[in-house]
T-cell receptor, first 114, second 113 residues
Framework: DAGVIQSPRHEVTEMGQEVTLRCKPI?????LFWYRQTMMRGLELLIY????????DSGMPEDRFSAKMPNASFSTLKIQPSEPRDSAVYFCASSPTDPNQPQHFGDGTRLSIL | GDSVTQMEGPVTLSEEAFLTINCTYTATGYPSLFWYVQYPGEGLQLLLK?????DKGSNKGFEATYRKETTSFHLEKGSVQVSDSAVYFCALSDPGGFNKFYFGSGTKLNVKP
């Protein structure tokens, strides 16, 4: 079975540039989560969707961050403009809505903003 | 609100030692509990889970028991290997809907040969 697929795996760009991270959830999963992981702050939930609808974006750090889920098989997280402090590993996870089921994580996108 | 507290790391053990990583939780409902493992450069992988009180989750020699009376879900392994070196996360699911998770801060385990 294909797991959660994220792209790109690595991204290095200069501050001020737009960054777009992509995620393909596991087929049949109707909840999707975006996380950010840093040494300083650990694992942070940024936003999550259910049935393609954003449920809670209170973890999005600033208006520079936005996320969309145009259909059940694709989501994006965009940072515009990017800043060095956005450097982190960004994970996407998906799950069924059932709280007895685990979230399944992608391998992450390692983002470096110079 | 719901939350998870894990013991601070790093934890350093010799190969074949006994491992315990403590995890306690606060929840308003009846959550499911999970342990995840993260190897360097990889995403979080499910290690084991328990969905109700007194359930024991187990996998790859690791086990944890859902203790409602002590609100705990401690991870144990009888004999660790160098390959178990990783970061371990305890988590609970929000039973209120959408399967939102609350994660602990993670505990880094180093196993020396």
């Amino acid at each position: 079975d294909a797991g959660v697929i994220q792209s790109p795996r690595h991204e290095v760009t200069e501050m001020g540039q737009e960054v777009t991270l992509r995620c393909k959830p596991i087929s049949g999963h109707n909840s999707l989560f975006w996380y950010r992981q840093t040494m300083m702050r650990g694992l942070e939930l940024l936003i999550y969707f259910n049935n393609n609808v954003p449920i809670d974006d209170s973890g999005m750090p600033e208006d520079r961050f936005s996320a969309k889920m145009p259909n059940a098989s694709f989501s994006t997280l965009k940072i515009q403009p990017s800043e060095p402090r956005d450097s982190a590993v960004y994970f996407c996870a998906s799950s069924p809505t059932d709280p007895n089921q685990p979230q399944h994580f992608g391998d992450g996108t390692r983002l470096s903003i110079l | 609100g719901d939350s998870v507290t894990q013991m601070e790391g790093p934890v350093t053990l010799s190969e074949e030692a006994f491992l315990t990583i403590n995890c306690t939780y606060t929840a308003t409902g009846y959550p499911s509990l999970f342990w995840y493992v993260q190897y360097p450069g990889e995403g979080l992988q499910l290690l084991l889970k328990a969905t109700k009180a007194d359930d024991k989750g187990s996998n790859k020699g690791f086990e944890a028991t859902y203790r409602k009376e002590t609100t705990s879900f401690h991870l144990e392994k009888g004999s660790v290997q160098v390959s178990d070196s990783a970061v371990y996360f305890c988590a609970l699911s929000d039973p209120g809907g959408f399967n939102k998770f609350y994660f602990g801060s993670g505990t880094k385990l180093n196993v020396k040969p």
